[in-house]
């Protein structure tokens, strides 16, 4: 049940997001929850360590602090600014003072290294909202296993603390959701004549950062197998990243001009996907849920992905699209052939999966069960119980792992 707000004042929650400067998957995830959050039940305050992000934040309307965050054992330098990590905890702490913070809200793992600690001093719940998988390196260094809550955005996610018999009462899954009635205003783009796409084509299109992760490669790959089965198939790539030269090169060395079309980032890929698209296709390596494919279903696309990571959280195999094992791209482009070949079929999984996403992936669904959680957070006492206390946990570590805690060098304060 909802708390009551009528004659008292809304919990505020200090929300902090480590990321690199762009605004994509799970930067979006958490600019639309701040965005729809009850205002007469919550209030929402944002540290980050990107100018980009904070300025969409502060559009919002929303109170933002951006500053560097430093990691120890991170995957970047300097990896022992310990100066630095006491800076953190110290701001932390102040920034609750400050503005009454009922609960902490990292939107990943990295920020629970030193929020842990603020958190335990402040005594305020820390939830961790984890959009990718942690080794148990990071698990560890991150302390993931110290945190009040840790929310997966797909059972895969989370996957990894369940194995390490971190208490269920302290684990959960909440898909993601997206903004229908953001996205849905977006105009409806035909690109067929200004890229010259013959009328009769087969249109592809893969969304994503290009990333070797996300297999752009490998659909590439698969359009020269499509065009073997003289299926007149067109490509749109949607997206920028470090692979956008390796892409080229292959595109240009198999002959792919006339066929494979690299859009860049682009701002209206719902309108794109409406008005452009047959087909959605995906061959990512590694997923950990893939907002694309709610995305894709949102256009009314049938969908063409792997079998891997969190992708079967977003795609019903069979019902909403074609699911295929990872890396196979013979099983990629025969999953492709057999919809071109029976369009009623496509259309019918497009419709399934636009019903699909509105009933189990929209903002305002996963807003609602974040707000539950909050007030089960705020309202509930917790008791921090360090994990490594926890014996069945404590033996699936290694010795090595053991060691360091019993000699002082990994801390639970």
């Known amino acids: 049940m909802h708390k009551l707000k009528m004659n008292q004042e809304a919990d505020t929650i200090l ?5 690199d400067n762009w605004i994509r998957g799970s930067e979006r995830c958490l600019l639309d929850l701040i965005q729809h959050l009850d205002k007469n039940r919550f209030t929402a305050v944002l540290w980050c360590n990107q100018q980009v992000m904070a300025d969409q934040a502060k559009a919002l309307g929303i109170t933002v602090y951006c500053s560097d965050f430093p990691l120890l054992l991170g995957w970047r330098s300097p990896h022992f600014h310990t100066s630095a990590f006491i800076g953190l905890i110290k701001q932390a702490v102040k920034l609750i003072q400050l503005h009454n913070i009922k609960l902490l809200h990292a939107n990943s793992a990295a920020p629970c290294q030193w929020l842990n600690f603020a958190a335990r001093r402040c005594g305020v719940p820390l939830l961790c909202h984890m959009h990718s998988i942690y080794q148990l390196r990071d698990r560890l260094t991150l302390g993931l296993y110290q945190v009040t809550m ?3 955005v797909s059972s895969y996610v989370i996957e990894p603390l369940v194995k390490d018999k971190m208490p269920n009462t302290r684990t959960a ?8 009635q953001r996205l849905l205003s977006q105009k409806i783009i035909n690109l067929r004549d200004s890229l010259k796409i013959g009328a009769g084509d087969f249109v592809l299109a893969v969304v994503g950062s290009l990333i070797r992760r996300k297999g752009v490669d490998l659909i590439i790959q698969a359009v020269v197998k499509l065009l073997e089965k003289q299926v007149p198939v067109h490509l749109l790539v949607i997206g920028q990243g470090p692979e956008s030269h390796n892409l080229k090169l292959q ?6 001009q006339r066929q494979v079309t690299l859009l860049g980032e682009q701002d209206n890929v719902i ?27 949102l256009a009314g696309l049938a969908v063409v992905g792997p079998k891997t990571g969190g992708i079967a959280d977003a795609v019903v195999d069979g019902r909403t699209g074609l ?10 482009a025969a999953a492709v052939h057999k919809l071109y070949l029976n369009p009623t079929l496509s259309s019918k999984m497009g419709k399934a999966g636009r019903k699909h996403v509105l009933k189990n992936f929209t903002i305002e ?5 974040f707000e539950l959680l909050y007030d089960k957070l705020i309202e509930t006492p917790t008791v921090y119980q ?5 014996d069945s946990i404590y033996a699936s570590l290694s010795n090595g792992y053991k060691r360091f805690i019993e000699r002082g060098l990994i801390h639970d304060r």
């Open 15 to 19: 929300f902090t997001h480590y990321g």
């Open 150 to 152: 840790a929310v997966g």
């Open 173 to 180: 899954v909440i898909a993601n959701g997206i903004d229908t």
């Open 251 to 256: 595109i240009e060395q198999l002959g792919l």
């Open 271 to 297: 309108g794109i996907l409406r008005g452009s698209t047959d087909l959605f296709v995906s061959a990512a390596r590694e997923e950990a849920f893939g907002l694309v494919f709610t995305e894709a279903g």
């Open 323 to 332: 699911l295929v094992p990872s890396e196979d791209v013979d099983a990629l």
């Open 365 to 369: 669904k996963n807003t609602r069960q």
């Open 386 to 390: 360090p994990w490594y206390k926890n």
